[in-house]
Nanobody
Framework: VQLQASGGGLVQAGGSLRLSCAASEGTVSSYFMGWFRQAPGKEREFVAAITWSGGSTYYRDSVKGRFTISRDNAKNTVYLQMNTLKTEDTAVYFC??????????????????WGQGTLVTVSS
């Protein structure tokens, strides 16, 4: 599967953005999906993940209550709704896919396919 992330941009603190991850050459319903982010000079970190049907979701603590991951398998797309954005959310955001469940879904090494990343900049 090929992944294309979009929806990034410049937003003021407290604002919202919705990121999209569109899949091609495959069906996103076959994959456990995750969002990661990487700020300048920092390691890539887990943001959120969602199971194949969307029945279960997972978040890093710092985004719980602000971010929502969802998927529309009919549109072959996964979303990340980001509300109440903070300056520390500034990063390049990547979507990623893996076929099988892993208890280490928070680790970038567990994912097989990656999108190209979309930049989110939150200004104060």
């Amino acid at each position: 599967v090929q992944l294309q992330a979009s929806g990034g941009g410049l937003v003021q603190a407290g604002g919202s953005l919705r990121l999209s991850c569109a899949a091609s050459e495959g069906t996103v319903s076959s994959y456990f999906m995750g969002w990661f982010r990487q700020a300048p000079g920092k390691e890539r970190e887990f943001v959120a993940a969602i199971t194949w049907s969307g029945g279960s979701t997972y978040y890093r603590d710092s985004v719980k209550g602000r971010f929502t991951i969802s998927r529309d398998n009919a549109k072959n797309t996964v979303y990340l709704q980001m509300n109440t954005l903070k300056t520390e959310d500034t990063a390049v955001y990547f979507c990623a896919a893996r076929r099988l469940y892993s208890t280490r879904f928070y680790s970038p090494s567990q994912y097989d396919q990656w999108g190209q990343g979309t930049l989110v900049t939150v200004s104060s």
